[in-house]
């Protein structure tokens, strides 16, 4: 049974593409590296080991020229790197390390040749693409290669016992320093893995929670939206039976009568509201975008609210540039103006006032309606756009919803962008097809 086939699969199982480039990307950047720091130190200290000879230079060379050619392929490579390419790739530069360092030190023939440091790579490498084992089985190849070269060179070269001993030594030194060096990096790779497979299963977890409290809140607003349905039908209906049951009575006055059913035909009517504005709530239409000029379009709705709002002394603005046009739904977006028109109407005092403006940027058609009235209070802005909450008498509470739904389906939204006495700005951005292109100067209508 393969042990550290799970481990290397966890590895790269959290590796993406690009990770995985990179990582072989760093191995052969750093064996570039040691190769040129290696020879720069040879022909530093020629008198101590001895000119570079051309079959050293031709191996360095080989060998650097071999690695560029990897490195151009890992960043040319357009196919994606597979946890299968990437191991491939880590176990033959593996091999081919452990076959330079042994060709360099045989090439040099000296009983401690500098390119041994060579093996470091491979136990650095196999500790960080693979499991234990074969990070062992690295750590042990290599110090076999160190120990096995001394055997050897003093096998043709015999010295004194002292003086192989202390190689010996130095030999044992180098191996200890790799076994250290290659157990602390697979001891730290394996905590990152462990570190990763947690975070995968709190992030399942979350996953989980989250759509569970997706769940719990779709059920909690289709909940509040039943309850706010019973709620407003329950009113119109009780006082129709109630109209229709005293009309019914043999004794009342013919004036009386009319009086009850002029009050259930209200209520019927209401009713009939309510339930128009629930169905534009619960399925709203796709824009159907068309040419529209701006200008035109706000002053419809300043005309409307002017309308509305006879008799009262409130002063009523529209700041636009009538020659801008975008593409959008003219009969939605009025309807959702005309609804925050209509609250701000509701909202000011006698002598209040009410502005209406727009501008144009990256793509969006933004429209200001600002009113003079109190702040909203804190309770309120928090359900504000609810479906059927509302503070009017006789509101079904879905206006604001509407009017949302109307610009989220433009790919815009709508929100109180400010929320104080005397200045609260109700804002709607509408995506658009602008044919005036870049922002406007607002201008007095």
Known sequence: MDTEKPSAQLLFSNLDTDGLR????????????????????????????????????????LSFVLRMLELVWLQNRRDPMTPRVARLDGAVSILSLFLLAGLLAWLTNRDHSPYQVLLAIPVLQSAFLFGLPTTVVTILGANATIFLWLWRYFAQHPQPHTAEYAEYLEGGMLAVVFALMGLLVWFLVSQWR?????????????????????????????GRLASGIAHEIRNPVAMIMSALSIAADPSMQASEREEMFAIASHQADRLSSLTTDFLTYA?????????????????????????????????????????????????????????????????????????ISSAIAAGLLRIDV???????????????????????????????????????????????????????????????DAAGGGEQEAADG
Request: charged share 20%.
């Open 22 to 61: 990179r990582q072989q990307t760093a191995f052969c950047i750093l064996t570039l590296f040691v190769l040129a720091m290696l020879l720069l130190l040879h022909t530093l200290f020629a008198v101590v080991l001895g000119e570079p000879s051309l079959p050293v230079l031709g191996v360095l060379g």
């Open 194 to 222: 462990m570190n990763q497979k947690q975070l995968a299963a709190t992030l399942t977890d979350l996953h989980a929670a989250r759509e569970r409290l997706v769940d719990e809140e779709k059920l909690a607003a289709i």
């Open 283 to 355: 399925r709203p239409t796709v824009p159907r975008r068309s040419p529209v000029l701006v200008g035109d379009l706000l002053s419809g709705v300043e005309g409307f609210a002017r309308v509305r709002a006879a008799g009262r002394p409130i002063r009523i603005s529209c700041r636009t540039a009538q020659e801008v046009t975008v593409a959008i739904d003219a009969s939605q977006a009025e309807g959702a103006l005309l609804n925050l028109t209509l609250n701000a109407i509701d909202a000011v005092a006698e002598s209040g006032a009410i502005s």
């Open 370 to 432: 600002e009113n003079s009235g109190p702040a909203i209070s804190e309770p309120q802005m928090e359900r504000i756009f609810e479906p059927f909450f509302t503070t009017k008498p006789a509101g079904t509470g879905l206006g604001l919803a509407i009017a949302r739904g109307v610009a989220r389906a433009h790919g815009g939204d709508l929100w109180v962008s400010r929320n104080e006495n005397g200045c609260v700005v109700f804002t709607m951005t509408l995506g658009i």
